[in-house]
């Protein structure tokens, strides 16, 4: 493996403090059956950390590197969060920027999986197509899973200026895995066959990137 490589994540929003609070309210949402992460609420924070150590733990095991952004549980702000990998990437010559999430919707009945790049063409764009890929591959050809996307300027990554993807120095995706406010998608996120092959997606996906290098 390519010693000059390393991986960052980012878990986004926060997890349960140490008396088994969540701490980022706004990024939660209570199913009315179900239990979730508890008496119906699924906690995205907590997802998303769910699937950034499942991640994690495959990579380790293919000595591949990699540095935790995010904080075990406080949801730190994101200019701390963009300047610590962009401080530790100072150390490769290469690398990429993965932020994980869980999406939601006003109507609770938005579906499916997205991945998103910073606007206009950039070097991320070649890796989302790559990871949509890989989860289409997956979970999306036998119709496990929605396969949100938009194709307008040739690609399947959606575009937006969210922070993490305009200011790190490594080619960075933020990805969107189903909608947690939908109870259907929100049974499939909890599922471990469902988060085992996303997080293979992930994986197969950096090691396709790395080969390109």
């Known amino acids: 493996m390519n010693d000059n490589f390393c991986v960052f994540f980012d878990a986004g929003h926060g997890g349960l403090d140490k008396l088994g609070r969540y701490v980022t309210a706004g990024k939660s949402f209570k199913h009315s059956k179900g239990t979730f992460h508890g008496g119906g609420w699924f ?38 969060r963009v300047d610590k990998a962009n401080w530790y990437y100072k150390n490769f010559k290469k690398g990429i920027f993965i932020s994980n999430h869980a999406n939601a ?85 909890m599922d471990d066959e469902i988060i085992d092959k996303f997080s293979e997606a992930q994986v197969r996906t950096i090691i396709e990137y790395m080969n390109t290098l």
């Open 105 to 189: 919707s006003v109507s609770h009945r938005g579906r499916g999986f997205e991945v998103f790049t910073s606007r206009g063409p950039t070097k991320a764009d070649s890796i989302a197509e790559l990871h949509w890929n890989n989860v289409n591959e997956l979970l999306g050809k036998d119709g496990t899973i929605t396969m949100r996307m938009d194709t307008r300027d040739g690609d399947k990554d959606r575009e937006a200026n969210f922070y993490v993807l305009k200011n790190t120095a490594m080619p960075a995706i933020l990805v969107e895995h189903l909608f947690f406010d939908n109870y259907e998608d929100a049974l499939l996120l």
């Open 43 to 80: 906690y995205e924070g907590v997802w998303n950390r769910t699937i950034t150590q499942e991640v994690i733990t495959k990579l380790n095991a293919l000595s591949i590197p990699n540095i935790l952004i995010s904080h075990e549980y406080l949801d730190t702000k994101l200019s701390y």
